[in-house]
């Protein structure tokens, strides 16, 4: 009837109560004939004894005590996980305030050189190469705080599975000697040397080319950035039947054991130095693992400890080489002159992209609110829109769905041009007429391309 677990313990303290005359006392498990399961038992005896104190019986009860030890294992259990939740609230409210004052510092660096910038360039010469040299330092601090800000989203959005990958096969050995080579020069002016060893054999996966790229791009930049002066990286592709490795290897800084199962976490900081010289919101390793795990891969780390340098591995499932493909037809040369209306409220905006663009030999026009732009729309007769969201007196959606409801302007090309870039805003874009949604800072090479296309599709229309 005893629990097998509990026979022993309960034979040695009976034993022992009847050698001494102490009262027995024990919870055990029976179960009597006929029930399924064991219960909880609060066994008790006590000795009886005649008037020369020798014991002539014991006495005891058996108190069915299963329900109360479940409830109390039900309390135990809940105050752990309430006392494990309260930790990792204090941890992520901890780590909240950590960003924050990280994120003030990231957002702030960049300042500094553009406003120092811009005072060089209202007192230089035009050309000169001091206003030159300017323009580069403007140029790199946008670059990188635009970074920091597609950083951010691409968290968020992986995070809530709001990014849906652009699929098509890849041949890993080219697409890692490309992204090899556009960081090369970040390696350069650290005076890292940079090795490359791909792979005897295709590497072929199916993935979105562009996010794998981001995968490579920001393994390349953390050992670029945690590799000093002198040292070396290398990164190298191996391929077999079922899957493909990339690994990127580094002499640098090495990371701390206690670091290892942290490391992919957001906004973890391998830097806590208050200078902060390494940089970086500690996204990017984040982003990477999210990445990789939505093309059904995985990534880890490794390293023999400080300034023992660290490789990272990223495993993703290999497929068959496609089938070739005929050659494509020559892409079509350069549109002729198009004209555009820009719809945008912020006024440096306006005019620095309307220079932008008629320095690809557009014909722009401005307007700066939502009705201002409907009126000129009627009168410039644009052959595309490019057109804001957040726009006082009509927001972009608005704009959007007069034009297209407009028969005379049903055939201008709609681009929305915005900060916001989520897939709910990309389909409420889609979904009020706009051809085309690109977030802000746009690439203005690739958006005069766009222009370029949608031109050419509304003149052959």
Known sequence: MLHPDDQQRCLDLWYESVRTGEP?????????????EYRWFLGRALAVRDESGRITRWYGT??????????????????????????????????????LAVLSHELRNPLAPIKNSLYVLSRAAPGSERARRAERVIERQIEHMTRLIDDLLDVTRISRRKIQLRRTAVEMNELVRRTVEDHRSVFERSNVALE?????????????????????????????????????????????????????????????????????????QADTTLDRSRGGL?????????????????????????????????RLPAIAAPAIEAPSSPAPGRASLGRILVIEDNLDAAETLKDALELGDHEVCLAHSGPEGLATARVFRPDVVLCDIGLPGMDGYEVARAIRADP????????????YASPEDRQRARDAGFDRHLGKPPDLDALLQILDELVRARTSA
């Open 62 to 99: 058996s108190t069915d005590i299963h329900d109360a030890k479940r409830t109390e294992a039900a309390l135990r259990a809940s105050e752990e996980r309430h006392r494990a939740l309260a930790e990792a609230l204090r941890e992520a409210d901890r780590r909240k305030d950590e960003f």
């Open 24 to 36: 027995f006392q024990i919870e055990y498990r029976f179960k009597f004939p006929h029930v399924d």
């Open 282 to 314: 500690g996204l990017g390793l984040a982003l990477v693992k999210g990445l990789v795990e939505l093309h059904g891969g995985d990534v880890h780390a490794t390293s023999e400890g400080p300034n023992q340098g660290a490789e990272f591995v990223v």
């Open 408 to 419: 005379s302007q049903r055939a201008t090309k709609l681009v929305a041009l915005t900060g």
């Open 196 to 268: 490359l060893a791909l792979a005897d054999r295709p590497a072929w996966v199916d993935g979105d080319p562009t996010r794998l790229s981001q995968i490579v791009g920001n393994l390349l930049q953390n050992a670029a950035k945690f590799t000093g002066p002198g040292g070396w990286a290398r990164a190298s592709v191996s391929a077999a039947e079922t899957e493909v490795l990339v690994h990127i290897r580094d002499s640098g800084m090495g990371i701390e054991p206690d670091m290892l199962p942290r490391l992919f976490n957001p906004f973890m």
